[in-house]
């Protein structure tokens, strides 16, 4: 069975510096991954996703994402985070059979001035 | 705008009440879903449509019934509500199923006394 894995629960950043967040991934075929924000009493919002090709993804809101398939990981990078990115954020997979993401368990980021 | 619009925003439920929640979007899509979200799990697929008139169970269907009678429209039934019912529900709709990701409504918050 597919499954997606985020191990940090929350992250705390200060303005300005690096973000790396974190997301394994467990399928048996070529993945489709996926990362979405939520903010606060929101929706999700698409950051960037990854089907095949380039193994580096560029998003929204200068987010990127690495894929690499010998750790079976995706992990969302940003080189300078701003107040504004604090939110919660979802690594997601494609089940293709269903045609349905499933979502990791999430990572909450909170920047500090 | 378009999008995917959730009716009710807030509800609370007494134990044993039913209620639907409404999901509609413009966008012409053919696959809608509907996923639960609990804290410290991510969000879980509920029931998912991949188009008129069809409805198929996801991750945590049990308690829970859908109907798809327009292609538009999304309906999530509680026919008997429970207290483990309580969860900010999301629907979401995509096009090409899912491939490009997910376009989200920004949510209803059940509480089930």
């Known amino acids: 069975a597919q499954s997606v894995t985020q191990p940090d629960i929350h992250i705390t950043v200060s303005e300005g510096a690096s973000l790396e967040l974190r997301c394994n991934y467990s399928?048996?075929?070529?993945?489709?991954l996926f990362w979405y924000v939520q903010s606060p009493g929101q929706g999700l919002q698409l950051l960037l996703k990854?089907?095949?090709?380039?193994?580096l993804v560029q998003g929204i809101k200068g987010f990127e994402a690495e894929f690499k398939r010998s750790q079976s990981s995706f992990n969302l990078r940003k080189p300078s985070v701003h107040w504004s990115d604090a939110a919660e954020y979802f690594c997601a997979l494609l089940d293709t059979g269903r045609r349905a993401l499933t979502f990791g368990s999430g990572t909450r980021l909170q920047v500090q001035p | 705008n378009a999008g995917v619009t959730q009716t009710p925003k807030f509800r609370v439920l007494k134990t044993g009440q039913s209620m639907t929640l409404l999901c509609a979007q413009d966008?012409?899509?053919?696959?809608m879903y509907w996923y639960r979200q609990d804290p410290g799990m991510g969000l879980r697929l509920i029931h998912y449509s991949v188009g008129e008139g069809t409805t198929a169970k996801g991750e945590v269907p049990d308690g829970y019934n859908v109907s798809r009678l327009k292609k538009q429209n999304f309906l999530l039934g509680l026919e008997s509500a429970a207290p483990s019912q309580t969860s900010v529900y999301f629907c979401a709709s995509s096009d090409a199923g899912g491939l490009y990701g997910y376009t989200f409504g920004s949510g209803t918050r059940l509480t089930v006394v």
């Open positions: 990854y089907f095949s090709g380039d193994t």
């Open positions: 966008m012409n899509h053919e696959y």
């Open positions: 399928y048996g075929a070529t993945p489709y």
